[in-house]
């Protein structure tokens, strides 16, 4: 086998696994630490694909970044993270219907579907494409993205501060 | 590997994001599921912009701008989850029935 077909198979295969564990893992700790590897197979397969530029935008935002700050969020918002998280048989038991018959739906549409399919070859290096086209065809939507981080960031300073306290 | 193989573990990542956000009461373990579908999303994205006619860069530019989404929202809820367990000392999302400051 190619080893590049094997390499696919592995971060597929490690992403589904740990996306399955953040999903069903009683405890919420271990699924915080499953979602790192799932944002790696992630990355993983973005490398596959070609976009090499993205998988570290991805290895750097979401696992430096944002898991993070999950991470913070568990550790400061619960007592005992290893406490088992409530999580009712009832709404499991939907739960689990819902997602097979949406997986079935699914899968059903992508493997019926007739996709226009062709081979582009890629890019030695997307880095310097994406850098012109954000400075280029994409100029207006990155500027908006700009504006939108900085709203966020006071939005979530501003969430963030004790009531009562000043500015 | 062609593109089913991608848009099967992408769909299978959103439902487990689906399933997350469903049976799941913590508000983290809500953002986890966010986290997942937006991830399936970006995989879609990467995988069409590669293995169709549309121009290679196209898709991964996409997927950039919903990482950047990705970062803001997680950033503003993670402020609103942190207010919360503030005042309720609680951040099961059934609990959380007032929202007036």
Redesign the interface.
């Known amino acids: 086998m190619d080893v590049k077909v094997v390499m696919e198979l592995l971060f597929g295969l490690l992403t589904v696994a740990s996306a399955a564990w953040v999903a069903f893992s009683p405890k919420l700790l271990h699924a915080g630490f499953s979602l790192l590897f799932t944002f790696f197979g992630v990355a993983g397969l973005y490398v596959t694909l070609g976009a090499d530029f993205l998988a570290a935008v991805q290895v750097l935002v979401y696992i430096g970044g944002i898991l993070v700050l999950l991470l913070f969020g568990i550790l400061l918002t619960s007592a005992m993270p290893t406490a088992e998280l409530s999580s009712r048989a009832a709404r499991r038991g939907q739960g689990l219907l819902l997602g097979l018959g949406l997986l079935a739906l699914l899968l059903l549409a992508i493997f019926r579907a007739s996709w226009p399919l062709s081979l582009p070859p890629l890019p030695e290096s997307t880095a310097a494409g994406i850098g012109k086209g954000f400075m280029t065809t994409w100029l207006l939507p990155f500027e908006v993205a700009s504006i939108l981080l900085l709203g966020a960031m006071l939005g979530a300073l501003h969430l963030a501060r004790r009531a009562g306290e000043d500015a | 590997?062609?593109?089913?193989?991608?848009?099967?573990?992408a769909?299978?990542?959103?439902?487990?994001?689906?399933?997350?956000m469903?049976?799941?009461?913590?508000a983290?373990?809500l953002?986890?599921?966010v986290?997942?579908v937006l991830?399936s999303a970006?995989?879609n994205f990467?995988?069409f912009s590669?293995?169709?006619?549309a121009?290679?860069?196209e898709g991964?530019?996409m997927?950039?701008?919903v990482?950047?989404?990705?970062?803001?929202?997680?950033?503003?809820a993670?402020?609103?989850?942190?207010?919360l367990?503030?005042q309720q000392r609680s951040?099961?999302v059934d609990e959380a029935r007032e929202l007036q400051?």
């Open positions: 590997m062609s593109l089913h193989f991608y848009l099967a573990i769909a299978i990542l959103f439902v487990l994001g689906m399933a997350c469903v049976t799941r009461r913590n983290i373990a953002l986890m599921g986290e997942l991830n970006n995989l990467v995988a590669r293995f169709t006619e121009p290679v860069l991964q530019v997927s950039i701008f990482i950047i989404l990705a970062a803001s929202e997680a950033a503003v993670m402020a609103i989850v942190l207010n367990y503030r951040i099961q400051g």
